[in-house]
């Protein structure tokens, strides 16, 4: 069995208690490889490799770092097909899928903060006759990235990137469900020519290892991803030792569907922002509102595709839909479908396992569900799934439909399908997410901030909103 290892000074190492977790495949239901399971000890030991790495890497140019960046985004390209494979067998996501979104979305994640850190410029602020103000941004020094395990590199990497991008040095964390592609990601980093302990990358449980980076004294700031629980237990543990954090959580996305839309198009969108990565998508479009009007023929139409969507193994060019990433995770899913049942939903479609041939009979497959009359401040509506589960509810009028839409304590994205433009300004600038798509679903512009209001998270992330975060500004004023 393959034992994956840290990536701890520039080197793979094994964990120092010798301990190691099994890592399923969810696909086969397997286990196919063992991850260390790290805790305190390897922390400090990367930390202080880091703390060594810091006045090598911050004191480098830009103009040095982005290169090393863009060796690291072109070897990752090199490997396309080695990773490609990894994230799909680790996740249980389409393999389509990781070649298309996950590996290029990855690789551009530090293309982009290689550039970026090229053209990042601090403020400058003139007082007339008096003197000048100039505001520098300096790396903060060590920092810790945790990421989940819905988009395993791709999250891990828009974190990383504009750390090291802005002369941090990083201890990471994936996800202990999908490790795979980081593991990878250590070969890479070093062939790159990354200085040793600049980049370090420690395996095992969110509450042993996860936690030890939140709690060591010498990492300053702590970017994290993950369920909306762990960020509230974050931030109750850094707070008190005045760590910068960036949060980025859960969501309950609205998708609002007005009678005015472009059909076609939108019926094609909302499929796939329902149910992409079997809807373990922090954006995906859970809770659709449809005006009334339409509702009967959305209904007819998405029921009659939803049922005839392929759910298969990851590695069938023909799946729409892989497993779900582990089995408690595939039965809290199923919990939701039993408890909207109990709540007076109709299952118009799924609502149960898939169960495949040998040898993925043992695989965490779920039919993709489309569930009705349902009240919109019910638990099923108000409280994260993220499996392929939506609810379709009609409303009336953009009041009503803005009241059920702000309804949960989340607030991270929000899609709306009109073609009346005055009201799709107006629906935007009401509705409580850090992110609203008009007419489109998922399109990413790196530049942009990227996280949501509510409890969907502090801070942002892309473009400029992350070198800042990962930079401590200093003002300098000088008198005449
Ligand atoms: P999670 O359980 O909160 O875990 C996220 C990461 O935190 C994992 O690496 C986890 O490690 C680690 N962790 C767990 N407990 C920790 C602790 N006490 N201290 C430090 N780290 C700890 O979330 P998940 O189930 O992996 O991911 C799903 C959630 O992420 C959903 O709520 C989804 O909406 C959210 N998400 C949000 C965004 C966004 O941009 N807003 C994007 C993607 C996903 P282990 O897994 O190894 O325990």
Redesign the pocket.
Known sequence: MEKLQNFINGEYCAPINGAYIDNYEPATGNVYSLIPNSDEKDVALAVESAEKAFPIWSAMSNEERSEILIKLSDGIKNRMDEFVAAESRDNGKPLSLAAHVDIPRAISNFHFFATAITHFASESHYMVGEGVNYTLRKPIGIVGC??????PLY?FSWKIAPALAAGNCVIA?????TPYTAYLLGKVAQEAGMPNGVLNILH????SV??A??KHPKIKAIS????????E??AKTAAPMFKKLSL????KNPNIIFADCDFDEMLKTTLRSSFANQGQ??LCGSRIFVERPLYEKFKTAFVEKVAKTTVSNPTDPKAILGAVVSKPHMEKVLSYVQLAKEEGGTILTGGEQVHLEVPYNNGYYLRPTVIEGLAYDCRTNQE?I?GPVVTITPFDTEEEVLIMANSTQYG?AATLWTTDLKRAHRMADKIDAGIVWVNAWLVRDLRTP???MKA??VGREGGEEALRFFTEPKNVYISY
């Open positions: 945790i990421s989940p395990w819905n988009l999250l964390k994936p996800s202990e469900i095992g449980l969110g509450s996860g936690d980076i939140v994290f991803t993950g369920g909306t629980k762990t960020g237990y974050i980025e959580l859960g969501g998508i922090c994260e993220f991270l990227f996280g949501g969907s998270g």
